[in-house]
Every structure is written in structure tokens, then in C-alpha cells.
């Protein structure tokens, strides 16, 4: 692991030529966070939301629609704020699975297929069992909260990473006035904040906590690691060691740079993250709540001292923290019923992209047994073909990732699709 900016600390008279080389801003940047070993099945798991990310889209945008039927020109207008290229057809008839596409009137529409709205409507009704589920998360969110509070605007960033649906606001809070209340003391539209009316001392246990009391031992944090990783054990051990501080815990008696303050950090990142549908957040986005959850400025260096909770990843070039324990292999240990549907929607995408891909091959083959041209493709490279194109159509037509402004507009949705 490697900090550049440890070498840069006291060298001010060469920063200012440094930053005048091309691109040196971009390569300091890319340093400037410690570098953590890959592991190919949690790298998996970070990516595998953007199988679904677009069509998911492309699924909300027909469903706003009154009649829940779009035209093709309609969609192919808002391939541009998917970043989509190509013509919207196309990519419609790559999915059968998930979206019909008929001619009527001498125009093209789309309409989601029977499979689709079928998941639909049990995604709906699982939003309406799990209301118990978003009260008990925002309490959890306002009460780790410096008092007890939380923007509007900021925690909308992070609602579907909850599992929260788009109109929580009017279908939650006005049910609960003994939980919850509108409140803006500065009078500015974005200062809204969400505050906690009283505190719930049974919701004040964290996941560390709960397991612990399942098992009937001390609380304290798990390690994933390998036991390969002798010096990273040994810091973790070192670390478990002090007694594990509850992120309900007022900060007020921790003082500021701490080990009893960093101990109660982990555990804010821990149990926010063990909140999430898929128990990962960006670190940017963390990062936007330093102050309601009394955060460190350097936060991604204090996660990356602790590889055996946390895996920290850098896919898209935007920095992702995981909870290890939540994941065996690529796979999440405990799934949200809002997951389960969710990978019911990702299954069925990729049984149609698999039924076009493979009605393609078939016609490709056709066409060159007429111009007897029968060339010999073994399975392995058939198989490898496929999987190219699957991952094409995912990532070319997403548009240009490493082009900054098109990885920001990528990572948004990525991140704020995750659970709607």
C-alpha cells in the first residue's frame, strides 16, 4: 500500500511546477488513495447491478406514462439521459424478455411483457410489506445522526441504497407523527430536515450488537480475511482488543482524532453499510455526511486500515466501500426481499439477452452455410463471443466510462438505482 501524498507533504515549491505537467492532477489523484489487493468475486458483486441499471430505467419511464405504452421515438429522446447510443429498437428487441415491441399505426411501441409486470407488481408489493422495515431504517439513520437530524436533500442521495421508495416523504413520515417531523429552522427550500420526535432505546442495537447477543458474547467486529494476511490479522486483533464502541453512542465525551473515536467510526461505517440493501456505499457519498455522523475528513484512509471489515474498491475510478462478512464469494449472505426481486429483473434480462444473442448466432450461421462460407467455432469461443457481447451492450452503450463526465452520469445512476 502506498500514499503519494506522504512524499508531497513538504515539497509546496515543486507542487506548484509539478501541477503544471499534463495530466499530473489525474495521476496524483489516482494515488492518492492507498491500493488495496483485488478480489475478483467482491469486484463482481460491485459491478453486477449494471446488468439492470438501464433497462430499469427504460422500465420506469414507460411506467410513468399514463397508458404504460411508449412509442420508440419517445424512448429513443431519453437514450440521451441514459447515455445510450445507437437506435432505440434495437437495443428493445436485444431484451424480449422485458420489453415488447409491436407495430401499430404505422409507428413502433414498447410495452414491458407480461414477465415484466409481473415482477413489477410483486416488487410493489413488497415495498408495501417492508414499510415497518424503512421506519425502523430511518430511525435507526436519524438516531446515529448529530441531533437527530438529517437533510432532505442529502439523505434523497442515499434512498434507494436504503431500500426507501421515491415518495417516502408523503407515504412514511405522515403516519408515524410520534417518530418523525418536518423541520427547517434556517427558512432556506434546501435546508429541510428530517428530525427524530423521540428516542427509541430497543432500535439503538447495532448489527455487531445483535449478532453478539445472538451468540451471547462481548460485542466486537468480524474479520474476513485470509489466513495468509498474518500482518493484517495482527492489526485487527490489535484493534478488536479495545471494547467496541456503539455508533448510538453520543460523540460528545470521544475526542477528536482517538482510537476510542476511531473505534466508534468503524462502527458508524459498519452499521450504515449493514442498512443497505446491498451493503455497499460510495465513498463519495459517505462522504457527504461527515458532519451528521461526525466522520473523519480522510475517511477513505481510515477505511483502507481495515481491510478485514471493510473492501475497498476503485471499479469506474469512483471508490466503493463493501462489508466483507455481508458476502460469501460474490454473493450476499442475506438478501432484502427487495433484492430478491431485484435479481429476479437481472435474471430475466439476461435469459432474453442470452435468447437474442443466440437467434443471431443461428442467423449469422444460416446466412453463411448459403454463401458457403462454414467456418469452424468451437464452443469455448462461441461462449467467450457471447460473453464480449453481453458485456458490450452493458458497457459501450453506456457511453465512454473513462471519459470523466460520463463515468459521473454512469455512477449516479449505478448508485441511485439500487433499489427502485
Given at each position: 500500500?502506498?500514499?503519494?501524498?506522504?512524499?508531497?507533504?513538504?515539497?509546496?515549491?515543486?507542487?506548484?511546477?509539478?501541477?503544471?505537467?499534463?495530466?499530473f492532477?489525474?495521476?496524483?489523484?489516482?494515488?492518492?488513495?492507498?491500493?488495496?489487493k483485488?478480489?475478483?468475486?467482491?469486484e463482481?458483486?460491485?459491478?453486477?447491478?449494471?446488468?439492470?441499471?438501464?433497462n430499469?430505467?427504460?422500465k420506469?419511464?414507460?411506467?410513468?406514462?399514463?397508458?404504460?405504452?411508449?412509442?420508440?421515438?419517445?424512448?429513443?429522446?431519453?437514450?440521451?439521459?441514459?447515455d445510450?447510443?445507437g437506435?432505440?429498437?434495437?437495443?428493445?428487441?436485444?431484451y424480449?424478455?422485458c420489453?415488447?415491441?409491436?407495430?401499430?399505426?404505422?409507428?413502433h411501441?414498447?410495452?414491458?411483457?407480461?414477465?415484466?409486470?409481473?415482477?413489477?407488481?410483486?416488487?410493489?408489493?413488497?415495498?408495501?410489506?417492508?414499510?415497518?422495515?424503512y421506519?425502523?431504517?430511518?430511525?435507526?439513520?436519524?438516531?446515529?445522526?448529530?441531533?437527530?437530524?438529517?437533510?432532505?436533500?442529502?439523505?434523497?442521495?442515499?434512498?434507494?441504497?436504503?431500500?426507501?421508495?421515491?415518495?417516502?416523504?408523503?407515504?412514511?413520515?405522515?403516519?408515524?407523527?410520534?417518530?418523525?417531523?418536518?423541520?427547517?429552522?434556517?427558512g432556506?427550500?434546501?435546508?429541510?430536515?428530517?428530525e427524530?420526535?423521540?428516542?427509541?432505546?430497543?432500535?439503538?442495537?447495532?448489527?455487531?450488537?445483535?449478532?453478539?447477543?445472538?451468540?451471547?458474547t462481548?460485542?466486537?467486529?468480524?474479520?474476513c480475511?485470509?489466513?495468509?494476511?498474518?500482518?493484517?490479522?495482527?492489526?485487527?486483533?490489535?484493534?478488536?482488543?479495545?471494547?467496541?464502541?456503539?455508533?448510538?453512542?453520543?460523540?460528545?465525551?470521544?475526542g477528536?482524532?482517538s482510537?476510542?473515536?476511531?473505534?466508534?467510526?468503524?462502527?458508524?461505517?459498519h452499521e450504515l453499510?449493514?442498512?443497505?440493501?446491498?451493503?455497499?456505499?460510495?465513498?463519495?457519498k459517505?462522504?457527504?455526511?461527515?458532519?451528521?455522523?461526525?466522520?473523519?475528513?480522510?475517511l477513505?484512509v481510515?477505511?483502507?486500515?481495515?481491510p478485514?471489515?471493510?473492501?475497498?474498491?476503485?471499479?469506474?475510478?469512483?471508490?466503493?466501500?463493501?462489508?466483507?462478512e455481508?458476502?460469501?464469494?460474490?454473493?450476499?449472505i442475506e438478501k432484502?426481499?427487495?433484492?430478491v426481486?431485484?435479481?429476479?429483473?437481472?435474471?430475466?434480462?439476461q435469459?432474453?439477452?442470452?435468447?437474442?444473442?443466440?437467434?443471431?448466432?443461428l442467423?449469422?450461421?444460416?446466412?453463411?452455410?448459403?454463401?458457403?462460407?462454414?467456418?469452424?467455432?468451437?464452443?469455448?469461443s462461441e461462449?467467450?463471443?457471447?460473453?464480449?457481447?453481453?458485456?458490450?451492450?452493458?458497457?459501450?452503450?453506456?457511453g465512454?466510462?473513462?471519459?470523466?463526465?460520463?463515468?459521473?452520469?454512469?455512477?449516479?445512476?449505478?448508485?441511485?438505482?439500487?433499489?427502485s
Open positions: 500500500m502506498v500514499i503519494v501524498n506522504i512524499y508531497l507533504g513538504n515539497t509546496s515549491s515543486c507542487q506548484s511546477r509539478l501541477y503544471t505537467l499534463p495530466c492532477h489525474n495521476i496524483l489523484r489516482s494515488f492518492s488513495l492507498w491500493s488495496m483485488k478480489v475478483p468475486e467482491l463482481s458483486a460491485l459491478s453486477r447491478n449494471r446488468r439492470w441499471i438501464v430499469n430505467q427504460i420506469n419511464i414507460i411506467l410513468r406514462l399514463p397508458s404504460q405504452v411508449a412509442t420508440v421515438k419517445y424512448l429513443q429522446k431519453k437514450f440521451k439521459t441514459l445510450l447510443q437506435k432505440a429498437i434495437n437495443w428493445l428487441k436485444k424480449p424478455c420489453f415488447e415491441v409491436y407495430f401499430e399505426n404505422n409507428e411501441y414498447c410495452r414491458l411483457t407480461k414477465r415484466m409486470m409481473s415482477l413489477v407488481e410483486e416488487e410493489e408489493s413488497v415495498k408495501e410489506m417492508q414499510e415497518s422495515a421506519v425502523e431504517r430511518l430511525v435507526k439513520l436519524l438516531m446515529m445522526s448529530r441531533n437527530q437530524r438529517l437533510n432532505v436533500v442529502k439523505l434523497n442521495e442515499l434512498k434507494r441504497n436504503f431500500g426507501f421508495p421515491d415518495e417516502y416523504i408523503i407515504r412514511i413520515l405522515p403516519k408515524y407523527p410520534d417518530m418523525f417531523q418536518l423541520v427547517n429552522y434556517s432556506r427550500k434546501s435546508s429541510m430536515e428530517i427524530l420526535v423521540s428516542w427509541k432505546p430497543e432500535l439503538a442495537v447495532s448489527a455487531v450488537e445483535a449478532s453478539a447477543q445472538k451468540q451471547g462481548e460485542p466486537c467486529f468480524s474479520c480475511l485470509p489466513s495468509t494476511w498474518v500482518k493484517s490479522w495482527e492489526k485487527f486483533k490489535e484493534f478488536n482488543a479495545t471494547p467496541y464502541i456503539s455508533p448510538y453512542l453520543d460523540t460528545k465525551g470521544l477528536e482524532g482510537k476510542e473515536m476511531e473505534k466508534r467510526t468503524i462502527g458508524v461505517v453499510l449493514s442498512l443497505t440493501l446491498w451493503k455497499k456505499m460510495s465513498i463519495v459517505l462522504g457527504h455526511f461527515k458532519r451528521e455522523f461526525s466522520l473523519p475528513e480522510k477513505n481510515l477505511l483502507l486500515k481495515h478485514g471489515i471493510f473492501y475497498v474498491s476503485n471499479k469506474y475510478q469512483i471508490y466503493t466501500v463493501l462489508l466483507r455481508a458476502y460469501n464469494g460474490s454473493e450476499l432484502d426481499p427487495l433484492v426481486v431485484k435479481d429476479k429483473f437481472g435474471e430475466l434480462m435469459e432474453g439477452l442470452h435468447e437474442y444473442n443466440q437467434r443471431h448466432r442467423m449469422n450461421l444460416e446466412k453463411k452455410k448459403k454463401r458457403g462460407m462454414m467456418p469452424v467455432r468451437s464452443e469455448k461462449d467467450v463471443r457471447t460473453e464480449i457481447s453481453q458485456q458490450d451492450v452493458i458497457g459501450d452503450k453506456l465512454g466510462l473513462f471519459d470523466p463526465e460520463e463515468r459521473k452520469r454512469f455512477y449516479k445512476v449505478l448508485f441511485d438505482d439500487g433499489a
